[in-house]
């Protein structure tokens, strides 16, 4: 589902963060669509048709073994943009990308994108700075994996949706957590508390 932007606020903080002029410029250009839990954006191999600049919810980053496992190496909520191989001009995905908790958004077309980016304004630097921190959540993420026990594997993947969400209050299932922790969690270790705090 998708609609002009118009009529709607833009609540993605990228977008928030540029000088009124590069934002306007980019406003018409922008198209809102809402997209429901699972559905997924780009699989491996994919031509990258949007760039999408969440409003709300989730989406996750999947690691995709040859037998067909998956493994979560990232996370995006409105603070920041889907479709760095955009931005890189590689136009291929090289993981999946699906949404996790539905998800409100604003998307664009790569050459409309690039158009901007190429400008050499604000919106390049923003992305190229947010591209630099999801290659740090990748890494973290791939040493949180290997690394580290059942517990605090749990506990990073519930504090980073949190953060995506700028909420506490969220709701999910063993289903949501194999998906995006698939390695050595068991449903047993699943019914077992897991004290959290946000000192990871």
């Keep these: 589902m998708s609609s002009s932007t118009t009529s709607?606020?833009?609540?993605?903080?990228?977008?928030?963060?540029?000088?009124?002029?590069?934002?306007?410029?980019?406003?018409?250009?922008?198209?809102?669509?809402?997209?429901?839990?699972?559905r997924i954006l780009y699989e491996v191999g994919d031509e990258t048709r949007y760039a999408y600049f969440p409003n709300s919810g989730v989406t996750?980053?999947?690691?995709?073994?040859?037998?067909?496992?998956?493994?979560?190496?990232?996370?995006?909520?409105?603070?920041?943009?889907?479709?760095?191989?955009?931005?890189h001009e590689v136009g291929i995905a090289h993981y999946r990308v699906i949404v996790q908790m539905p998800v409100e958004a604003v998307r664009?077309?790569?050459?409309?994108?690039?158009?901007?980016?190429?400008?050499?304004?604000?919106?390049?630097?923003?992305l190229s700075r947010y591209a630099h921190v999801l290659e740090i959540q990748m890494v973290q993420s791939l040493i949180c994996h290997l690394f580290h026990a059942v517990s605090p594997r749990l506990c990073r993947y519930l504090l980073v949706t949190a953060d995506c969400l700028h909420s506490d209050d969220f709701q999910l299932t063993v289903g949501d957590v194999f998906l995006r922790c698939w390695e050595t969690i068991s449903t047993k270790s699943l019914s077992s508390p897991a004290h959290c705090d946000r000192k990871f």
Excluded: M, Q, W
């Design 108 to 126: 664009i077309e790569p050459h409309l994108l690039l158009a901007e980016v190429h400008r050499g304004g604000k919106l390049r630097e923003l």
């Design 8 to 38: 709607f606020p833009i609540e993605n903080r990228l977008l928030a963060a540029l000088p009124r002029d590069e934002y306007e410029r980019l406003l018409p250009k922008l198209e809102l669509t809402r997209c429901p839990k699972n």
């Design 60 to 87: 996750s980053l999947l690691a995709i073994t040859e037998d067909g496992r998956t493994i979560e190496i990232g996370a995006v909520g409105n603070e920041g943009f889907i479709g760095v191989p955009i931005v």
